[in-house]
């Protein structure tokens, strides 16, 4: 069974910075693939960024773009999204998703099969 656990959020002021970190456990080839996607209060769930096993492809969500870096360490089964230049408009819970292996970095959370709990992100303004 694959675990996610997310971390890191907390409530930070406009233009800020902040890092998330999402521990994965269980079998490694069930995490090859792994993304972060938000979702803020009265919104639907959005992309924000993925990463594939090798770290070689990233995709992100235009709204993140030149802000947020998503990056992994392999040997610590570990996910980060490094956010930087915080805005209101990024508050929301934060989930973590993983899949298999693939050489997509997939936008799509359908194709996603392991979620965290998500961690809140609160941004000031």
């Known amino acids: 069974q694959v675990q996610v656990v997310e971390s890191g959020g907390g409530l930070v002021q406009a233009g800020g910075s902040l890092r998330l970190s999402c521990a994965a456990s269980?079998?490694?080839?069930?995490?090859?693939?792994m993304g972060w996607f938000r979702q803020a209060p009265g919104k639907e769930r959005e992309f924000v960024a993925a990463i594939t096993w090798s770290g070689g492809r990233t995709t992100y969500a235009d709204s993140v773009k030149g802000r947020f870096t998503i990056s992994r360490d392999n040997a610590k089964n570990t996910l980060f999204l490094q956010m930087n230049s915080l805005k209101p408009e990024d508050t929301a819970v934060y989930y973590c998703?993983?899949?298999?292996?693939?050489?997509?970095?997939?936008?799509?959370?359908?194709?996603?099969?392991?979620w965290g709990q998500g961690t809140q992100v609160s941004v000031s303004s």
């Open positions: 998703a993983a899949r298999g292996a693939s050489s997509v970095a997939f936008s799509d959370s359908r194709f996603y099969e392991y």
């Open positions: 269980g079998r490694s080839t069930n995490t090859g693939n």
